[in-house]
């Protein structure tokens, strides 16, 4: 193939994963040429709702999806925390390049740490988990919704709507951001996003992408991001629930920490399961199994009745 398109959203963090996935590919294949088509998903038209609300899964890979269905694109970038469980029966995730830091960041002026906030300090986040570990650790913070692409999210922090804000960490780092303040909250204290860190390359099955794709796969990313999508198939949920797993791997074996809980950050449920590379996804879904009989159910069941 001479002529590749990438299928992209157009926020500044997605073109900047997908400018490096081009940039990788023209390393790899000297003479080709890459094209980015910038498509603009449901989830970047409802920007004034909190995402928790706006309900159903993949609101930010679909209309991607048809791009590739329908042959305007040979491949998509997607930053994996956002891609659903079921994909489109001929299309498949086949690559996770070298994942980034997978935690989480707290981005402040004033402010080096969750502890160093005062007491009823307003910190925005607009994702349930981060809203529920926030409070389990705090009960008293004041959790505010905040929508937005990154850029926007840190401009509301500067102007001073928010004591606090939290972030992905890969997203900060990508983009080169910072704040004046900035601490991590990372595991055990902390648990991050299924597949946080992440990038996902998605493409038809049957194409030629994947035998071109496949040095872009990083074995370690690949096993890690497999066992915490175990878990979230295993729980069947989406990214509108308090759900967070930290996989990591150490030779053979892979060690995933699943945790659930409930949407003011009480009932915690943190178990963690090891076992072969091999396994890895079948341990996420045996993880959730477990988390799920030890009281998850009745709080997702809730939730999920409540949307
Ligand atoms: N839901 C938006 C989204 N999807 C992926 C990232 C961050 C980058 C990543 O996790 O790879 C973000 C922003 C954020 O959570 O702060």
């Not at 891609?83 to 996770?96: I, M, Y």
């Not at 692409?149 to 102007?159: G, H, P, Q, S």
């Not at 909250?185 to 946080?196: E, K, S, T």
């Not at 090891?274 to 997702?300: K, Q």
Request: with cysteine; net charge negative.
């Amino acid at each position: 193939m001479k002529n590749i398109t990438i299928a992209t959203r157009g926020s500044k963090l997605a073109l900047w994963q997908a400018n490096h996935i081009r940039d990788c590919l023209l390393a790899q294949y000297p003479g080709i040429s890459v094209d980015l088509l910038e498509i603009k998903t449901t989830g970047d038209k409802i920007l004034d709702v909190p995402l928790a609300k706006v309900g159903g899964k993949g609101l930010f890979v679909k209309e991607i999806e048809e791009a590739l269905l329908d042959g305007r694109a040979d491949l998509a970038v997607h930053s994996m925390k956002d891609v659903p469980v079921e994909l489109p029966e001929s299309l498949v995730v086949g690559v996770n390049p070298k994942r980034e830091d997978n935690t989480d960041t707290l981005l402040s002026v004033h402010y080096g740490s969750l502890d160093e906030l005062p007491k009823g300090a307003k910190v925005g986040t607009s994702s349930l988990r981060r809203r529920a570990q926030l409070l389990a650790l705090r009960p008293d913070l004041e959790v505010l919704d905040l929508r937005g692409n990154v850029d926007t999210r840190l401009r509301k922090l500067i102007e001073g709507q928010y004591d606090a804000i939290v972030m992905a960490t890969a997203g900060i780092r990508r983009l080169g951001l910072s704040a004046p303040k900035m601490s991590r909250l990372a595991p055990p204290a902390f648990i991050p996003a299924v597949a946080q860190g992440a990038l996902g390359i998605e493409y038809a099955q049957d194409g030629p992408m994947a035998e071109l794709l496949a040095f872009l796969n990083d074995g370690e990313s690949r096993i890690t991001v497999q066992a915490e999508r175990g878990f979230l198939t295993g729980l069947d949920g989406g990214c509108q629930v308090p759900i967070a797993a930290h996989a990591t791997l150490d030779g053979g074996t892979v060690t995933l920490t699943g945790f659930v809980c409930d949407v003011d950050g009480t009932a915690p449920i943190r178990m963690e399961v090891s076992g072969p590379a091999a396994e890895a996804f079948d341990l996420g879904l045996d993880l959730a199994r477990r988390v799920l009989d030890a009281g998850a159910r009745e709080i997702l069941q809730k939730l999920y009745d409540e949307a």
